[in-house]
Structures are given as C-alpha cells and as structure tokens.
C-alpha cells in the first residue's frame, strides 16, 4: 500500500492501518533507537520510544509530507529524535553523577597526578564546551561510544564527529594550560 493511502488512513483514525504501518517499520526503528541508547538505556526504553514514534504518527498524521519524503524517513527521524530526547533524560536523572575523577581518568590523565583544583577546573571546562561539542566528548570519552556509533545518535557525519572531538580537546587543553594546567 502507498505511503499516502496509508497515511489518509491513519488521519481517518483507521486502527488496521497503523497496525500495518507497526508491522512494516518496528523492525527498522529498534535498531535506530538502540544505536542511540545502547549505552544508558535498557530494553524497555528502547520499546518506548519506538512505540513513541508510532503514537506520534498516529497523532500527527498530517505531519507527512509525501514532498518530503517518505513515510519510513519521518519514522526513522521520528524515532532518532524521540531516542536522542530519551537519551538526554537519562543523562540529566542518572544517579550517578558525573565524578570529576571518573571524567578526568576518561579523557586518559592519570587522577593520582591531578590535584583536586585540576579535576575541577577539568569540569568545568567541559561544562563550558556547547553542544552538542560536550555531548559528543562526553559520549566518546566517558561512555567509550566510537565515533561513527556518536554520529549515527546524534545525526552527524563521522568528520564533524572528529572535527568536533579535536576542537574540544583543544579548547580543554587551552583552559587548563592557562591555569597552569595540562599543555
């Protein structure tokens, strides 16, 4: 069935119609979501959010536009943007905050070599840095994420991930070695 068929279905509130949209796309989104995810979110967040994209369509029905593409793209953005916001929420509510040392012995210095004014200075720089330049440092220094697993989450290429990772530490090395810090 056409995108459009089903969608003018979906708007007429037709349950058959989204149930099919549901069969033909779960399988695609779960992997997108999980991409996101996989780090901090469990199984049950993963499902969230897949069957947060449908609700959305099935809501929305009116936001496809067939111009714009696809009925499977707005899915898969869809999902990516409600896995990004699930993504963001689990940081913010996570019970174990971000450990200054945790943070330091991620970006590689050794913590019995920085002296507890470093660690600080340390993050607060990174708190500093913008986003999404703190995300993609945090995601690949503290989570252990690879650059192209950053930039399928986040919806980047690989260079602006890279880009991105080498300004960062410059940035983080500038604001320490002003402060007598790490050159």
């Known amino acids: 069935m056409r995108d459009e068929v089903l969608i003018a279905a979906v708007a007429n509130r037709d ?3 989204i ?3 549901i069969d033909q796309y779960s399988r ?5 979501v999980s991409a996101v995810l996989h780090t ?3 199984q049950q967040d993963v499902e969230e959010c ?3 994209a449908f609700i959305y369509l099935w809501e929305h029905p009116e936001r496809f536009d067939p111009r714009r593409g696809s009925l499977k793209t707005l899915l898969c953005i869809l999902a990516r943007s409600r896995a990004i916001d699930r993504y963001r929420e689990l940081m913010r509510k996570s019970t174990s905050p971000l450990e200054e040392a945790v943070l330091s012995s991620g970006i590689g210095l050794q913590e019995k ?4 004014e470093t660690r600080r200075e340390l993050l607060a720089a990174v708190r500093a ?3 999404p330049n703190r995300e993609i440092l945090v995601r690949r220094y503290y989570h252990d994420q690879k650059p192209r697993e950053i930039a399928l989450a986040l919806g980047l290429t690989v260079k602006q991930v890279d880009n991105s990772l080498y300004r960062s530490k410059r940035q983080l090395r500038a604001a320490l070695g002003e402060k007598g810090g790490i050159r």
């Open 113 to 116: 070599l920085l002296q507890e």
């Open 50 to 52: 897949v069957a947060d």
């Open 15 to 17: 349950e058959a119609a």
């Open 28 to 32: 695609l989104l779960w992997p997108i």
């Open 40 to 42: 901090v979110g469990s």
């Open 19 to 21: 149930g099919r949209i």
């Open 129 to 131: 840095l913008e986003e």
